[in-house]
């Protein structure tokens, strides 16, 4: 994929192929020396791996991502997704990619050796999902949706449908889905309609709509095993009457054939972004003959696709700070390029006859992208933080340990898909103003990546969602014992960084952070205490803004420790520059960023209660 990259040769405009989506060295010193992810072989689980297979792994994620996603990233937006004579037309390179994570067992890699898997940490499965999604964001979802659906069924399906559907699915034959939405219930999953009668043979008769489904259907895999929630008939009302189905587009016969189980595409939703995605509407059971088998128990099936919202939420937040990376690499090779305007020196004066001075040497331009660097890096370690800390929570040998890393994930994960999403798109919005008129022309990628990236805050469960589940479940959940779990890691942290004079003052400024934080969640818990539910949740979304603005502070102070560590004690791995850029990225962000959680205080703890309907005149009329 060429775009025009603005380079100056004989007074002309060159076309360069801009091949630097990410940073390798950034993942591996996330991964090698800040995470210490080979510790993780220690665990009997993780036992038969070890730093050197990591790597190669990684390398190889990069190696196909640079030869064959990232080539396609801008096809695919040209020439997106739709909906033709009945059926879904896609990109080809959407085959290849799904020949390739079947061929090198992806999207079984996490899975148990039992269920055909690989036992490789989440944490590598995800630095290996960042280094693809960085190449092609419309690309990686297809596997990834593959691996989520045959996720729920080796882990609550019986044998049978294990036997069934897994090794077809891991070897890429047959794709996956997750059916969830309906038009008249959007997120509001207790209203769903689509219904399964019980046959004589043990299925069930499926019926109903499913809107945005991502992946749903196209050319390039032989059968779609979309993973459907459905309420039987007689179950209780709203979510506790929820179950799980495996249905197929074609269900098996008993010779081995297929044929058509009454799934229909009928059509797909033309998007903004991620154009090369293709987002369905499946209508099951049109003619009565669609058939479902159920998965684990009846009335169980919410909470067991909460298992795969879950690991979706952080792919989400993982795609967005992917997008975003990519989006800062392109900012930074156009600065480095791009002559416009001469430095103001001596004098406050500039010399007009001298050169135009390339952008990156102005501060305001410098300011954009440093926020784009402490945005996508501080996003990847929290993601990849989060990551480990799955790993922790499903093989550490110690009970105690295995369910602080679980309450610790549970924390997360509303801000590890919400804050990369967020702040994703305003990092690269700040790379469109580097660009300028450039930016919003389809001659460079920015404009692309700025549309990719606006789906990430809506998808599984909007930011408002996410907050609501931060602030009303994960703060208060089992008595506080999760948010109780992270102030101890940061406190932590605060400890390590303030071993070292540089880091001192940035420590403090965290553990201020810390109390402001905690000033300000004590006053709305009083809301709670006296059952005034709807004030205490009613500003969710500020406080998701200020609890995950300290995450990250938290994380870039993790990384300039380790980098601080590195370069007092000489054992570098990469140049001293590397080391010295991530303090000084975590000082940008400290000095621009961490100050934002005061006016989220404010707001937090202001006594109008302005957005809420029984305390106010309707002023929305």
Known sequence: ??????????????????????????????????????????????????????DILLDATKDHSDKVYYPAFKEMDEDPARYEDGKIIVHSVVGEAMKIAGENGMIGATFDYDDGGMQLPHVIYTAASHIAECANNSLTGYAGLTSGACNLIVSFGDQELKDTYAPKMMAGEWAGTMCLTEPQ????????????????????????????????????????????????????????????????KLRIKEDGSLE????????????????????????????????????????????????????????????????????????????????????????????????QTLI?????????????????????????????????????????????????????????KTYPSEMGRISINNGLQIFGGYGFCTDFPLEQYYRDVRIMSLYEGTTGIQSLDLLGRKVVMKNGAAMKALTAEIISAIKAAGTFDELKPYAEKLKEASKTLEETLMHLLQFAMKGDHERYISDATIFMEMMSNIAIAWQWLVMATKAKET???????????????????????????????????????????LTILESNKEVLA
Not at 331 to 343: I, N, T
Not at 392 to 401: G, H, K, Q, T
Request: net charge neutral; with cysteine.
């Open 1 to 54: 994929m060429l775009f025009v990259s603005f380079s100056i040769v004989n007074n002309k405009y060159t076309t360069l192929n801009m091949s630097k989506y990410m940073s390798m060295d950034n993942l591996k010193f996330i991964l090698h020396e800040v995470l210490e992810v080979e510790n993780l072989c220690s665990l009997e689980k993780y036992q038969d791996h070890d730093k050197q297979s990591f």
């Open 185 to 248: 219930a959007g997120s509001s999953l207790s209203d769903i309609t689509t219904s399964a009668q019980r046959n004589e043979d043990g299925s069930f008769k499926i019926k109903g709509h499913k809107i945005f489904i991502s992946g749903g259907d196209h050319e390039y895999s032989e059968n779609f095993i979309h993973l459907v929630i459905a309420r039987i008939e007689g179950a209780p009302a709203g979510t506790k009457g929820i179950s799980l189905f495996v249905v197929p």
């Open 260 to 355: 058509n189980n009454d799934v229909v595409t009928a059509g797909d939703f033309q998007k903004m972004g991620q154009r090369g995605y293709c987002t369905t509407h499946l209508v099951f059971g049109e003619k009565d003959d669609c058939q479902g088998w159920l998965v684990g128990a009846e009335n169980k099936g919410l909470k067991y696709m909460f298992q795969m919202m879950n690991g979706a939420r952080i792919d989400v937040g993982l795609t967005a700070a992917s997008t975003a990376t990519a989006a800062y690499y392109a900012s930074l090779q156009y600065a480095k390029e791009r002559p416009q305007g001469r430095r103001i020196l001596e004098g406050g004066k500039k010399n007009v006859e001298a050169e």
């Open 360 to 416: 990156i040497k102005h501060p305001d331009v410098r300011r954009m992208l440093l926020l784009q660097k402490a945005v996508t890096e501080g996003s990847v370690a929290l993601l990849l933080t989060a990551s480990k800390y799955h790993d922790l929570s499903v093989a550490s040998a110690n009970e105690d340990e295995r369910e602080k890393y679980h309450d610790l994930l549970e924390i997360l994960t509303p801000i590890a």
């Open 567 to 609: 370069l007092v004690t000489g054992k570098t791995i990469f140049e001293s520059s590397f080391y010295e850029n991530k303090i000084h990225t975590m000082k940008f962000y400290y000095k621009y960023e961490l100050p934002k959680i005061s006016s989220c205080k404010e707001t937090l703890m202001h006594s109008d209660t």
